[in-house]
């Protein structure tokens, strides 16, 4: 298991810290980074093998603007658009292969700006994402398709539901976040888990930053470190997942693939996902199915409860036993895809 509690601060989960206690972090920081003597994990090759099929491909659209995307499962499938999480990549759905091949399901995902080995643009709104996310299906001549969104790959697939609900058949959002323009206690919320990165964001962005871009350092050369500091965050359910080694592999290549090229967009789609929208939740006309599990460490469940208020057309999927990481392991996502093949089987174009 590595990189925990990169993904655990990214999130949001950033404690609340005196400015002499954060000096003191950071000069730790510096001295563990200068002595140049940790590299990256070693490759188990298997996972090796699992890594080598997420291969981006790339589309280059206006100013030669580079856009990372992968495809898996049943190529000849129903398509379901996927929006990967933060810290997250284009490797999130490997994580789905298998299943999505069982269930007849074609995933594709495409790497939000500055994340992974797609270019950053400067300014890029969550109704950016439905625009580029229907370029693309214009693109490849696909006109109707499911959406799939986990954490911080929530919001997006919900902007694109809402901007598109003409070619859109269902949306999953899993264990994502609600919007706080229209959630007026999401920040208080936050802090009540001991969840601080909406409210550094706002209130010291400059600290903010700094704090991404250190994380990102330790991310990418010294991921046994930091995953020792953050097993306590994790809920039983979440280390429990982890303990198959594949899946923490794979999930620590997740997120050091996201940092590979600086922490702009990862700042940027974190504090895009953290300030009001662009369209309010009940204007969505599609049917939104939300999965959150209560043990959740990441993000509060009560989001869940909140998206499924809001949203007309709204399915609540709330589990008391279960985390964050639950959409990674095969043992449940049975459930999420059992539900998608229902939903297409009733589509009818």
Request: proline share 5%; net charge negative.
């Amino acid at each position: 298991m590595r990189s925990i509690s990169d993904h655990y601060l990214l999130h949001g989960g950033m404690r609340k810290m005196s400015g002499q206690r954060y000096v003191k972090v950071f000069v730790v920081v510096l001295l563990l980074l200068s002595t140049g003597c940790t590299t990256l994990n070693s490759e188990r090759e298997d996972t090796k093998t699992v890594i080598d099929k997420g291969a981006p491909n790339y589309c280059i659209w206006e100013n030669d603007r580079k856009v990372s995307w992968l495809e898996c499962g049943d190529l000849e499938g129903f398509p379901v658009f996927y929006a990967h999480g933060n810290p997250g990549s284009r490797l999130e759905i490997l994580f789905m292969e298998e299943k999505a091949r069982e269930y007849g399901i074609r995933l594709i995902v495409f790497e939000r700006p500055g994340i992974g080995k797609s270019d950053y643009v400067e300014g890029y709104p969550l109704l950016a994402f439905a625009q580029d996310l229907k370029r693309f299906a214009d693109e490849k001549g696909i006109q109707y398709f499911g959406l799939m969104g986990w954490s911080s790959g929530g919001p997006p697939v919900l902007a694109a539901a809402y901007y598109m609900p003409e070619r859109v058949r269902f949306v999953f959002s899993i264990s994502g976040y609600t919007n706080f323009g229209e959630y007026n206690d999401a920040r208080k919320l936050m802090e009540e888990y001991g969840l601080y990165g909406p409210s550094l964001s706002e209130e010291t962005p400059i600290l903010f930053k700094i704090i991404i871009r250190n994380l990102r350092r330790i991310d990418l050369f010294l991921p046994e470190y930091y995953s020792k500091i953050s097993e306590d965050k994790m809920c039983a359910a979440d280390r429990e997942i982890l303990k198959n080694q594949s899946i923490a592999d794979l999930f620590s290549h997740d997120q050091q693939e996201a940092l590979v090229g600086g922490a702009r967009g990862t700042i940027q789609d974190l504090q895009t996902q953290w300030a009001p929208w662009e369209f309010k939740l009940e204007e969505i006309k599609v049917p939104v199915h939300i999965f959150q599990g209560k043990q959740d460490t990441f993000v509060p469940w009560q989001f869940a409860e909140h998206l499924a208020d809001t949203i007309p057309d709204a399915t609540l999927h709330l589990y008391d036993e279960r985390g964050h990481l639950f959409p990674l392991s095969p043992m449940y996502q049975d459930e999420l895809f059992k539900i998608a093949s229902s939903l297409i089987k009733t589509f009818k174009p």
